[in-house]
């Protein structure tokens, strides 16, 4: 993988390819992290004969923090950026994988852009995005209070991040992704998420043809399991969500089943 450096709607991306291929796939990282977190999975795709992309999300990691915070830091947002940057990287279509807040993006480009192949979701639950929506998917905890939240303390960082990767132990470079993050990322995506801007997640689940994955770790504290296998799915595979012996980063706690899995839902989408 290398290490690039694309300018999308003026905003400065740190992004990580592989050699261009026929048919890419598009990693997006969760809310204060950064595109190393798929370091588990880079070579099981490029093996695989994928052309792999894997950004840092606008106001996250190497990437430019937004002049337009209230418009960047949205569904919508986020989902132009990645869009510009897959037809910039010369790819006519490409999957997404995407985690957490990646897979809020994944569904958002889902719903806006054909050229997305499929999709595969983890640690994502499809919502309807209002306070009752958005009440129904996710569990609260003092960990979910803290994805909004302009100002991040070393308490707070360290409480996410545990959260976040299913550790007792927060590492260094996990650690250092969110303390860099801009705080007001956080805020507007929360703020724009509850306020509706975006696709409605559950209807695009519902009604779009194309494939989707849902490899749910089963121990995840951000998310209600048994709301995520009630929604009706156009076509999800295996016809329910897989569930991993995982919390909410089953691809960084369980690469190897987690890899298993991403490879054989990307040959069955085609």
Known sequence: MLSRRR?????????????PSSVGVLLIHGNSSSKEVFAGQFRALQTAGFGVVAPDLPGHGESDWSRTPRKTYSFPGYAAVLHGLMTRLGYRSYHVIGWSLGGHIGLEMLARYREVRSLALTGTPPVRLNPEGVGAGFRWTPSTALAGRRRFSSEDCQRYVRAMMGTNRASTGHLRAAEGTD??????MVQNGMAGVGADE?????ADDRPLAILQGAADPFLKIDYVEGLRYRNIWKGRPVLLDAGHAPHWQVPATFNRHMREFLKDAG
């Open 7 to 19: 300018v999308i709607e003026g905003l400065r991306l740190g992004v990580l390819e592989s050699a």
């Open 202 to 206: 559950v209807d695009t689940v519902g």
């Open 183 to 188: 705080g007001n990322a956080r805020y507007w």
